[in-house]
C-alpha cells in the first residue's frame, strides 16, 4: 500500500517521538535508581 509523503512525513515524526519517549523512559529510571 503506498502512503502519500505526508503520511510518511508523520509516520517518521511518530517514530522520533517514540524513540524520544522510550530514551526519556530510560534516563528516568537511572536517574531515580541513582537517587534511592
Given at each position: 500500500?503506498l502512503k502519500?509523503p505526508?503520511?510518511?512525513?508523520?509516520?517518521?515524526?511518530?517514530?522520533?517521538?517514540?524513540?524520544?519517549?522510550?530514551?526519556?523512559?530510560?534516563?528516568?529510571?537511572?536517574v531515580v535508581r541513582?537517587?534511592?
Amino acid at each position: 500500500m503506498l502512503k502519500s509523503p505526508v503520511d510518511k512525513k508523520n509516520d517518521n515524526l511518530t517514530e522520533i517521538i517514540t524513540d524520544i519517549f522510550a530514551n526519556s523512559k530510560i534516563i528516568i529510571i537511572f536517574v531515580v535508581r541513582a537517587l534511592i
